[in-house]
Nanobody, 121 residues
C-alpha cells in the first residue's frame, strides 16, 4: 500500500520560509514522479513543483520559480512567501513515468493529506 504524508505547514509572515516534507512509502516502480499541488479557498488545485527520479528533472510553476526548490526526495523549500501562497499543500506521486514535466494533478496516482500553509501580510 502506497502512503504519502505531507508535513511542515504552518503560519509564517510574508517574506518568511517554510520547508514541506513528503514522507512516502510503498512505491514499487523504479521510476516515479513526486509533486506538490496546492489549493486555495475558492480556487482550483494547481501544480506547484514536481521532481522526476529517473533523470532528476524539476518543474516549477511560474508562481514558484525562483522562490521554491523541490529536492530529490520531494521536500519543498519555500522562500520569500507571500499571502498569495496561502493554501493547502498536497504531495502526490505518479509511478512508472519518472519525469517532472508535465506536472499535472490528473496524472498523479497517489495523494497524501494536505498540510495548511498560511502566510500573513
Amino acid at each position: 500500500e502506497v502512503q504519502l504524508q505531507a508535513s511542515g505547514g504552518g503560519l509564517v509572515q510574508a517574506g518568511g520560509s517554510l520547508r514541506l516534507s513528503c514522507g512516502i512509502s510503498g512505491l514499487t516502480w523504479d521510476d516515479y514522479t513526486i509533486g506538490w499541488f496546492r489549493q486555495a479557498p475558492g480556487k482550483e488545485r494547481e501544480g506547484v513543483a514536481c521532481v522526476g527520479n529517473s533523470d532528476g528533472s524539476r518543474y516549477y510553476a511560474d508562481s514558484a520559480e525562483g522562490r521554491f526548490t523541490i529536492a530529490s526526495d520531494g521536500a519543498l523549500q519555500m522562500d520569500n512567501l507571500g499571502p498569495e501562497d496561502t493554501a493547502i499543500y498536497y504531495c502526490a506521486a505518479e509511478e512508472g513515468y519518472g519525469l517532472a514535466n508535465p506536472c499535472r494533478a490528473s496524472d498523479m496516482d497517489y495523494w497524501g493529506k494536505g498540510t495548511l500553509v498560511t502566510v500573513s501580510s
